[in-house]
């Protein structure tokens, strides 16, 4: 009986060093299962360790699983040409997104029919021999072109009664990358050591290696721009220990990634495949002619699971670049709010002082970040009335009656019925009418219209000259100035207003108020002013709304824009608008991108915006850099601005005006910031002329 058995266990293992389950025309020891898996493999001539970028990655080269886009399940399976034989595979891949591709795969080669006999010739029954492999395995790659990858192997045969497992372990390694700029024409290389530690099966009294085999490959994709159709190119040389070398080629056409034809040499084999694509499921078909043992058809079914990981990686980006647009703007809230509520207390407590120049430079802070506030309206009002009656007072207690009516009158303009204005217009005009250098007086009033008229302040010349006619109705040379200060008046007026309406009629309200305001300081207030004043006010609150709300809608948009830009690019010339980046300069523009982020959460704002800045020169759509930018550099203005460093914020204006030309928080920002210098020169000058 013992020897009955020891004869099957040597026809079997015969069997298996020839190879003749598989069809193979090698000489050495070689398993059946290295027939490998996947009609794709397989009609090209199963040149495919640096091209397979499917689950079956797994078996041809582990560290092509880095390559794999999606999950997918692969089935394969295939009758032998020994009859009887049966030769099976699945292979699942399950591609994360930061660590890389785990996988999972199964071969089973079964061959029944076995006559068993004893030392007498005499039937013991059929005996079925199994073997399997269990693979696990893992890829990833490293940048943009080095993949590296293992798989540890667990090979089981039976043998009649007899069985033992074994356990190897594969590695892997590919290195592909682009010819040129573009992404049209790409090369790479793959290595793989099939059985790096060898599996050994101990059956009977024989002890049975799996052999260790280098296999290197070489493959070429290429795109033809505008026929949606790609083609592969691929060659494999194998060898194995103890056994003759194998060489493999083979060549692909995919038109639009749906139908694909190949051929190929399989050790001088011809072969020959096609594959058709619908939807999540892809079906191949393989076939190899041999000359000896007759033809030998494939066949294999891959189902794709889930997103593409490019698709779950652009899903995650758009929740990423959302959560940091809302962590930017936030933030930038938070910060206007404060900065907006210290300049506000700034200047109450300056008024309650009696501090109004110091008053109306923080409530003009608080109305530069945010117009709206009408606290802080208020208390500009109340802090410019003071600044205007110390400025009269201080006229008439220096003896000049005549600009100090000027001044009172003109406080009566923006405040009617002040009654601290009144009572000095009252004590002006008295000194006026009994001074005895009337005519002096009547000159300086003159002078000062005439100078506010050049400085173009034409309501404040009018107010002047209004005085001085009431004190000389005969003076000749007012009633000529007062005629052309009414006419620069009226004609200033009427251009500011048709300036503002054209702002409004654009959905420029911050611009139409401003200009509204400028209106409002040449014309006077009145009526028809006070109504636009409001309906542009509410008008501007509806509209800020409405942005948000498709702000927050474009933020997807923009993203999915760029990105089919991106795809757009990847499939034209160099003729695009935009300069498609090379494999390093992508990189570079998303290793800024992430160092910029990481200095964003750590509230390292000067850091972020210089790394984002050179992403945004680099690639404007990138991700939504321009957006997070603007947020970044108004969250440092106010800072610049809040701590006198003018020349600084003026240039954070500048940068985000480079971005976004017409944003309005900049604009507001940059007027203010060089008045406030304007007014600092101001100050200065006159201390020196003193």
Same mark, same amino acid.
């Given at each position: ?343 506000? *207390?700034? /200047?109450?407590?300056? &008024?309650?002082?009696? +501090?109004?120049?110091? %008053?109306?430079? @923080? $409530?003009?802070? !608080? =109305? ?122 009226? *004609?200033? /007026?009427?251009?500011? &207003?048709?300036?503002? +309406?054209?702002?409004? %009629?654009?959905? @420029? $309200?911050?611009? !139409? =108020? ?124 106010? /800072? ?51």
């Amino acid at each position: 009986m013992k020897r009955a058995m020891s004869i099957v266990v040597v026809v079997a293992l015969i069997c298996r060093a020839t190879g003749t389950l598989a069809g193979d025309d090698s000489h050495g020891t070689e398993s059946p299962l290295t027939l490998g898996a996947g009609g794709r493999a397989l009609g090209m001539g199963r040149a495919t360790v640096a091209l397979t970028s499917d689950a079956t990655a797994l078996y041809w080269n582990s560290a092509r699983l880095g390559c794999v886009q999606q999950s997918e399940l692969s089935l394969f399976h295939t009758e032998l040409f020994v009859d009887g034989a049966v030769y099976s595979t699945a292979f699942l891949a399950l591609p994360t997104l930061d660590l890389g591709t785990f996988a999972v795969g199964y071969q089973r080669k079964a061959v029944g029919g076995i006559d068993r006999r004893d030392d007498r010739n005499q039937s013991l029954g059929e005996a079925r021999d199994t073997e399997s492999s269990l693979l696990l395995g893992f890829g990833r790659t490293l940048g943009s072109s080095l993949s590296l990858g293992g798989a540890l192997r667990i090979l089981q045969q039976e043998l009649a009664t007899a069985s033992d497992v074994g356990i190897g372990c594969n590695l892997g390694l590919s290195y592909e990358r682009d010819l040129g700029a573009s992404r049209t024409h790409r090369v790479g290389i793959g290595v793989s050591i099939e059985n790096a530690l060898e599996p050994k099966l101990h059956l009977v009294s024989q002890d049975v290696a799996d052999p260790r085999t280098l296999k290197l490959g070489a493959a070429y994709t290429t795109a033809m721009t505008g026929a949606h159709l790609r083609w592969a190119f691929a060659a494999d040389f194998d060898v194995p220990a103890g056994a003759d070398p194998r060489f493999g080629t083979g060549a692909e056409c995919l038109y639009r990634d749906v139908l694909a034809f190949r051929a190929g040499l399989d050790a001088g084999h011809p072969t020959f495949g096609c594959g058709v694509a619908w939807r999540q499921v892809r079906l191949d078909y393989a076939l190899r002619a041999d000359d000896a043992l007759g033809r030998n058809d494939r066949f294999a079914l891959a189902f794709r699971l889930g997103q593409r990981t490019e698709d779950r990686r652009a899903a995650r980006r758009r929740q990423r670049e959302s959560e940091v647009t809302e962590q930017l703007a936030h933030q930038l809230e938070s910060r206007e709010e404060a900065e907006r509520a210290r300049s506000r *207390a700034a /200047g109450d407590s300056a &008024l309650a002082a009696q +501090r109004y120049d110091d %008053a109306v430079h @923080d $409530y003009r802070r !608080a =109305l530069a970040l945010d117009p709206s506030d009408a606290a802080a309206d208020l208390g500009l009002h109340n802090a410019e009335l003071g600044v205007a009656l110390g400025r009269a007072n201080a006229l008439f207690a220096g003896g000049d009656a005549a600009r100090a009516t000027t001044e009172f009158q003109q406080i009566l303009t923006g405040w009617p019925k002040e009654p601290r204005a009144t009572q000095g217009l009252e004590r002006a005009r008295g000194q006026l009418q009994s001074a005895a250098d009337r005519e002096r007086q009547l000159n300086a009033l003159f002078r000062d219209a005439l100078a506010r008229f050049t400085e173009s302040d034409y309501a404040g010349a009018e107010t002047a000259l209004t005085e001085l006619a009431r004190l000389d109705p005969n003076h000749a040379l007012g009633r000529e100035l007062y005629q052309r200060v009414h006419t620069a008046r009226a *004609a200033r /007026g009427s251009e500011l &207003l048709d300036r503002a +309406r054209a702002a409004a %009629a654009a959905g @420029d $309200y911050d611009t !139409a =108020l401003g200009l509204l305001v400028d209106t409002q300081r040449v014309l006077g207030k009145s009526t028809q002013l006070t109504a636009l004043l409001s309906d542009w006010t509410a008008a501007r609150s509806r509209s800020r709304h409405d942005r948000d709300v498709v702000r927050t809608a474009e933020l997807e948009s923009r993203t999915a824009a760029a990105a089919a830009r991106t795809a757009v690019r990847s499939n034209t010339d160099s003729r695009a608008v935009h300069r498609t980046l090379s494999t390093d300069e992508r990189r570079e523009v998303e290793r800024r991108y992430q160092a910029g982020f990481k200095s964003f959460q750590g509230g390292d704002f000067e850091t972020a915006t210089r790394e984002w800045q050179a992403v945004w020169l680099l690639a404007p759509d990138y991700e939504n850099i321009g957006d997070h930018l603007v947020k970044a550099y108004l969250y440092q203005i106010i /800072g610049l601005y809040g701590s006198g460093n003018y020349a600084a914020a003026t240039d954070r204006c500048r940068r985000v005006l480079e971005i976004d030309p017409k944003n309005d928080k900049a604009l507001r920002y940059l007027a203010r910031v060089q008045e406030e210098q304007s007014e600092l020169e101001h100050i200065r000058g006159n201390g020196s002329a003193r």
